[in-house]
């Protein structure tokens, strides 16, 4: 297999003369043969006498054990940790950037994390004993994902199984980046195909960025939606138009998912959450918002019914209040029994029956009484 190097270090320094070792991985983690070993000491010389490092990322991700010890040993360094998102850092990769004391982010930059997975081959002890390993990979993300964004475990878990892409403002809103950049060039990763293709939900720009890979060196390769450059011109420059108001971020899929998972736990509906999150379809807020209302209501009015089993059928239906009423009232009358105020006699009972007095009887005591 070809050894093809992902990672390259510079010496470089700051404004105030102090030295700066600066990292850039701009291709997947582990995956052509160079590993985490290798890297680290090149980082142990470069970094020897550096008072920060600079942690340059544009990578789809890879090996999650490699990733893991350059994290930790980013974590181990002495001096200050910037992690730098260039393009896209997504799986394996946004580990390592959360080693960062600091990230930073250009606006057009991606953070992506999810679940780890592997493909697994053997016996079915084999496959119990790798599902564990995931497990425990899983929460070692966990935990790095945790102690920089201060999210909890919770919502993590739930953004990780939804795959969440984030832009920098959804990163730093989630407590992901520190700090956001003006938007940059965004450079292609080479060799990435293989990589993305595992991904549920990529979004166009980071296909694009695949698409225009090739096999360029990182410095050479194509930016990615530029426009060309306007001709020059001799006409005195315009105004400057007024400012706008920034754009308000959309919340992304991952985001509301995690929204409605959270608000359903404290208001003890958690059984409703993936209903909720079907019948939205994860739209906007305002939609999410709207079916946990709805939902709320509906639970409301089964447990007062004392049928509080069939809300979670009713909100997948997409139920109005009204329509779940009628339904509720329906099932209750059917359950209840006519009323009857007339004693039935129990199957077993003793039947007792009376004979009243004959007319003939009655006729011959009187003739008898007469003579």
Not at 206 to 234: E, H, M
Not at 255 to 278: G, Q
């Amino acid at each position: 297999m070809k050894n093809r190097k992902w990672w390259d270090i510079k010496a470089l320094t700051n404004a105030q003369g102090a030295a700066v070792a600066e990292i850039r991985i701009y291709d997947e983690i582990g995956f052509w043969g160079t590993d985490a070993k290798t890297f680290i000491a090149q980082l142990d010389t470069a970094a020897a006498n550096a008072a920060e490092v600079i942690v340059a990322v544009n990578s789809p991700g890879g090996d999650v054990f490699d990733a893991f010890a350059i994290y930790n040993a980013l974590r181990r360094y002495a001096g200050r940790v910037t992690a730098r998102v260039d393009g896209v850092a997504a799986s394996a990769a946004s580990l390592v950037a959360m080693a960062g004391d600091r990230i930073v982010m250009p606006e057009n930059a991606m953070l992506m994390i999810h679940n780890p997975w592997t493909v697994a081959a053997g016996s079915a002890a084999d496959l119990r004993s790798t599902a564990d390993m995931m497990d425990k990979a899983r929460d070692g993300i966990l935990a790095a994902y945790r102690s920089k964004s201060g999210q909890s475990d919770e919502d993590i878990v739930a953004m990780m199984d939804a795959e969440t892409w984030l832009t920098a403002l959804e990163a730093q809103a989630l407590g992901f980046c520190d700090v956001i950049e003006e938007p940059v060039r965004l450079a292609a990763s080479t060799k990435a195909v293989e990589i993305l293709a595992r991904f549920k939900n990529p979004p166009e720009p980071v296909k694009a960025l695949v698409d225009a890979a090739g096999d360029l060196p990182p410095n050479d390769l194509p930016a990615i939606d530029t426009p060309p450059a306007d001709p020059p011109s001799n006409d005195p420059p315009p105004s400057d138009p007024p400012p706008k108001d920034p754009p308000t971020p959309q919340d992304s899929a991952g985001v509301l998912a995690a929204h409605v998972f959270k608000t359903c736990r404290e208001s003890n509906l958690s059984n409703l959450a993936e209903s909720i999150v079907t019948v939205s379809g994860l739209r906007d807020r305002a939609t999410v918002d709207s079916a946990i209302q709805n939902a709320r209501e509906i639970a409301g009015v089964c447990l007062a019914a004392r049928l509080p089993e069939r809300a979670e059928g009713f909100v997948r239906d997409r139920l109005t209040l009204d329509q779940v009423r009628a339904r509720l009232f329906e099932t209750v009358t059917a359950s209840q029994q006519g009323v009857n105020n007339r004693k039935r006699p129990t199957p077993n009972a003793t039947h007792v029956s009376a004979e009243g007095p004959k007319a003939a009887s009655i006729y011959a005591a009187r003739k008898g009484g007469s003579k």
